[in-house]
């Protein structure tokens, strides 16, 4: 059997715990972002997956959550995943008993899983197992998962583009963090590692989705034509790169000194 489960991708979690600088409670703008798609997934669900067909082949449903760092968010989000299936089997099959759901949780080997686990909802109808690994390479068998659900983690690039750190580069970025601002050879850089990202996900996943399965992206985006400048989140990157910079020479100075 061959398939890509052994490649390492440099892996930076979400702050883990529940502390004042955990994810946890700092994750207030993703939260709002995925309420606002939940109608349009409960409705492409009931309209588009065929839950009857597929129970004939399998008995139990599996999801995943790709990125689901350490909650609550990724709660919220499969509760709406797995009420939307037992409507959509009930509209089908009002008779019949609904399947089994079992739920995978997936991050970076380096997430914070034990507090991912210790807020379970105590009162989940489903099964739940922890995945790690990254998203950019298989993470399950072929024919596996019936739905797979993903947001606000897309965007984040499988490595930097070694063309930003190489001074010898037109897309060489002088140490930035960010590409707000930066030459168009720089935003090129990173928009070719995201479309190369991109494929090795869909990849993954059209081997391990069974026929007739579904996947919900929730990706931030801006509108074609949108100078980088002209965005509220690029400005802040842009800011808080400027801070790291001088901290950095700062502390240079006083080595050097």
Partial sequence: MTNNTGTVLDSYAMNGGDGAYSYTKNSY??????????AKIREE???KLDIKNL?????????ADLGCSV?????AAMHNVLEAMKHKYQLQDPTSKLPEFQVFYNDHASNDFNTLFASL???RQ???????????SRLFPESFLHFVHSSYALQWLSKIPEEVLDKNSPAWNKGRIHYTNAAQDVGNAYAAQFAKDVEM????????LVVGGMMALIIPSIPDGIPHSHVPSNVMFDLLGSIL????KEVSNILCF
């Fill in 29 to 38: 703008f993703q939260k709002a972002s995925a309420s606002i798609v939940e």
């Fill in 45 to 47: 669900i009931t309209e």
């Fill in 55 to 63: 129970y004939s082949t399998s008995k139990t449903f599996c999801i």
């Fill in 71 to 75: 909650g609550p968010n990724t709660f």
């Fill in 121 to 123: 909802p105590p009162e």
């Fill in 126 to 136: 489903y099964f739940a197992a922890g995945v790690p690994g990254s998203f950019y």
């Fill in 201 to 208: 996900f869909l990849d993954a996943r059209a081997k391990e």
């Fill in 245 to 248: 910079m001088d901290m950095a």
